[in-house]
Nanobody
Framework: QVQLVESGGGLVQPGGSLRLSCAAS????????IAWFRQAPGKEREGVSC????????FYADSVKGRFTISRDNAKNTVYLQMNSLNPEDTAVYYC?????????????????????WGQGTLVTISS
């Protein structure tokens, strides 16, 4: 069964850190583009970070640049999102996604365009 399972969410105080994990099963992650999205209450889903595997091209949303880092451990077939200096605006359900053909272009829109496999999400709440 092909699936992604996120974990690592929780309640953190402003200024704190969290590391989200996204474990893949039923397929190998290292062949595919990987990405993290988030959806805050009452807002549309937004792309947080995306990596094109073939050449390592990486994108981050402006709101998280310098604070979040996407990475992967191929041996564990897992993708991570390290989140530092968290603030209340980072509160959201975070989803990982992967799969689909390699993006043709090199832009955030292209990176996010072809993703086919999604996890169920993990809730991150930033509050004092």
């Amino acid at each position: 069964q092909v699936q992604l399972v996120e974990s690592g969410g929780g309640l953190v105080q402003p200024g704190g850190s969290l590391r989200l994990s996204c474990a893949a099963s039923g397929f190998t992650l290292d062949h595919y583009t990987i990405a993290w999205f988030r959806q805050a209450p009452g807002k549309e889903r937004e792309g947080v970070s995306c990596v094109i595997t073939s050449d390592g091209t990486t994108f981050y949303a402006d709101s998280v640049k310098g604070r979040f880092t996407i990475s992967r451990d191929n041996a564990k077939n897992t993708v991570y999102l390290q989140m530092n200096s968290l603030n209340p605006e980072d509160t959201a359900v975070y989803y990982c996604a992967t799969g689909g053909p390699e993006p043709v272009g090199r832009s955030p829109l292209e990176c996010y365009r072809y993703l086919e496999i999604w996890g169920q999400g993990t809730l991150v709440t930033i509050s004092s």
